[in-house]
Structures are given as C-alpha cells and as structure tokens.
C-alpha cells in the first residue's frame, strides 16, 4: 500500500518551535516534495517545497521560519518551524507531487499524507 504518514505536530506555546515529520512506504521520492496547511475549508495553503535536486521554495507565510528537508535515500521530510504565532494553527500536510489543492482533505494530484494538527497558543 502507498502511504504517507506524517507526525510531530501538538500544542506549542507562541514562540517555540517543532518539526514535522513524514515517511513514505511504498513509494519513492523522485521528485517535489512539500508541505501544506489548512486552517478553514478550502484554504489549503502550500508553504515549502523542495525538488529532488533539492532546490527549496518558501511561501511567506513561513519564510524566514520554516525549513524542509528531504532524504531521498529514505523517503522522508521534514518541516521545522521557530517562532510560531497562534495564527499558525492549522492541520499540516505532506505531499509529493502535490499540485495546489483548494483543500488539503481532498487533493487532485499525488500522494498525501494525513493531517497532522498544530495548534499554537498565545
């Protein structure tokens, strides 16, 4: 079966910092990889990208704080993020080849891993 399976998220206070991580199983990594957010219906947002020859992409929304990683030789990802704000509350998403969903719950392209909720206190 193809899956990808993310984990890492929780409650962070404002301020500090998590990473996000994601496996994939029964698929290899061969090309974009990124990370999305949802915060309200049909708002899925992509935040960071990277392709296979690691070139990186940041949305503003986390420039500045975030950082992707990949490992091809291990089929994983990785988000971190510091000086979170309460408005980065939001289910997490990983996905390779994902294209630009208008809703991280039902993507027309790639493979997608689950949700992974955030929330950030104030």
């Known amino acids: 079966e193809v899956q990808l399976v993310g984990s890492g998220g929780g409650s962070v206070p404002a301020g500090g910092s998590l990473t996000l991580s994601c496996a994939a199983s029964g698929l290899h990594f061969d090309d974009q990889v990124a990370w999305y957010r949802q915060a309200a219906a049909n708002e899925c947002k992509l935040l960071a990208s990277m392709e296979f020859n690691g070139r990186t992409w940041y949305s503003d929304l986390v420039k500045g704080r975030g950082s992707i990683a990949r490992d091809n030789a291990k089929d994983t990802m990785t988000l971190g993020m510091t000086r979170l704000k309460p408005e980065d509350t939001a289910l997490y998403y990983c996905?390779?080849?994902?294209?630009?969903?208008?809703?991280?719950?039902?993507?027309?392209?790639?493979?997608w891993g689950q949700g992974i909720q955030v929330t950030v206190s104030s």
């Open positions: 996905a390779h080849r994902g294209g630009w969903p208008d809703d991280c719950e039902k993507p027309t392209h790639g493979r």
